[in-house]
């Protein structure tokens, strides 16, 4: 086992590396910390599908090449008419993004013209950025309860005064991958002025098993949904996410922000990876059988006790530091876990680790067993 004195040296230490980076992914960041190149980091830190991007997307992103020199439609009526088609909604109530990341920005601004915004702890770290860049009033709950076990608090919360009130809600949650179902938040549909469900996961269920609330916000002026297209369709250096709002707000929306937010490449491959029927079946096969080896290999693991979840990543709670066990495997093994010093609620007896393909979940598994030995 490693000693608390590894932590403290490792701490210690800290100074004397670049920053921590708050989001999984940043492979540069854990390249320079193995001293090795980036493509040689196998990285369970990022939450995208392990199968790659879709032939589809490819195609789609190479006959557009000769779109280079002109600029994208500003209004992305494709785009939007085939999300419309997919979720069967007028292209109006959608609004595609940079990336989610850009339309929280927008929620940000939103929501800062609330009295205050409820969160559920821990949360996406990307939330705090947006909600303090308009200076919003956050209100905090937490979603985990420690006891004898750690344990989800299914039962959400009875706010006051929710009616001046904001809410924003990760669906499935993240780092936790709980699925909140639709029963459970209808009741905030009434109760809040504005509602945000985040539904960048949601895709990684099937179809009858997601909780999506998308239906309801023709009827709900109060609801945004939004959605990513880069983490399953794995695409996440194209950008491309979209809301699902009233359209009076996208419109808002849309005066606020830079014109041609969307490059047309991405644009492109959002189309295509729409109806790549093919691409969807096999991720849902993929997922339900890696998972469970995943999930089944790191609870055999002393010190290490994956949370059952909804999601294509799993949030580990463990005896040793994750600090410390992230920079061990990216040392020993080259591979990259996210520790969750990000999430202030969990500290460093948490990590989370992407769903991947079975032969590299196998390695991770390897490279945690070989540690905990120690």
């Known amino acids: 086992m490693i000693s608390p004195n590894d932590l403290q040296t490792y701490i210690a230490g800290a100074k004397q590396r670049p920053s921590r980076p708050?989001?999984?992914?940043?492979?540069?960041?854990?390249?320079?910390?193995?001293?090795?190149?980036?493509?040689q980091i196998l990285d369970f830190s990022a939450s995208i599908n392990p199968l790659g991007t879709p032939k589809s997307a490819i195609a789609a992103i190479q006959s557009h090449l000769t779109d280079l020199n002109h600029y994208p439609d500003p209004e992305y009526a494709l785009l939007r008419q085939a999300l419309g088609k997919f979720h069967q909604l007028d292209p109006e109530w959608i609004l595609a993004g940079n990336g989610v990341?850009?339309?929280?920005?927008?929620?940000?601004?939103?929501?800062?013209?609330?009295?205050?915004?409820?969160?559920?702890?821990?949360?996406?770290?990307?939330?705090?950025?947006?909600?303090?860049?308009?200076?919003?009033?956050?209100?905090?709950?937490?979603?985990?309860?420690?006891?004898?076990?750690?344990?989800?608090?299914?039962?959400?919360?009875?706010?006051?005064?929710?009616?001046?009130?904001?809410?924003?809600?990760?669906?499935?949650?993240?780092?936790?991958?709980y699925l909140f179902t639709r029963e459970s938040?209808?009741?905030?549909?009434?109760?809040?002025?504005?509602?945000?469900?985040?539904?960048a996961f949601m895709d990684f269920l099937t179809p009858d098993q997601q909780q999506s609330l998308i239906d309801l916000v023709p009827s709900h002026p109060n609801l945004v949904v939004l959605r990513s297209l880069t983490k399953f369709y794995s695409l996440p250096a194209l950008r491309l996410g979209y809301a699902i709002a009233h359209p009076e707000r996208l419109q808002r929306w849309q005066s606020w922000r830079d014109p041609w937010c969307v490059n047309s490449l991405a644009a492109a491959a959002g189309i295509a990876v729409l109806e790549d029927v093919?691409?969807?079946?096999?991720?849902?096969?993929?997922?339900?059988?890696?998972?469970?080896?995943?999930?089944?290999?790191?609870?055999?693991?002393?010190?290490?006790?994956?949370?059952?979840?909804?999601?294509?990543?799993l949030l580990v709670q463990t005896e040793i530091a994750g600090s410390i066990l992230q920079k061990e495997l990216l040392q020993k093994a080259q591979v990259l876990i996210r520790d969750c010093l990000s999430f202030p609620e969990l500290g460093d007896r948490y990590f989370r680790v992407a769903v991947r393909l079975e032969h590299e979940n196998q390695k991770l598994i390897n490279g945690l067993s070989k540690l905990s030995d120690r």
């Open 278 to 313: 093919e691409f969807q079946h096999q991720t849902w096969a993929w997922l339900k059988s890696a998972k469970s080896q995943l999930f089944t290999g790191l609870s055999q693991i002393s010190g290490l006790n994956p949370f059952p979840n909804a999601a294509n990543y």
């Open 22 to 39: 708050v989001h999984g992914g940043n492979r540069q960041w854990a390249a320079t910390m193995a001293g090795i190149a980036p493509e």
């Open 185 to 199: 938040i209808l009741p905030y549909l009434e109760r809040f002025a504005l509602v945000v469900i985040d539904e």
């Open 101 to 177: 990341a850009e339309l929280l920005t927008w929620v940000g601004r939103d929501l800062s013209q609330l009295s205050s915004t409820v969160l559920f702890t821990p949360a996406f770290t990307d939330y705090d950025r947006a909600l303090k860049t308009f200076d919003c009033q956050v209100e905090r709950y937490p979603f985990l309860f420690r006891t004898q076990d750690v344990t989800f608090n299914a039962d959400l919360p009875e706010i006051t005064n929710s009616h001046t009130k904001g809410i924003l809600i990760n669906n499935p949650h993240n780092p936790t991958g």
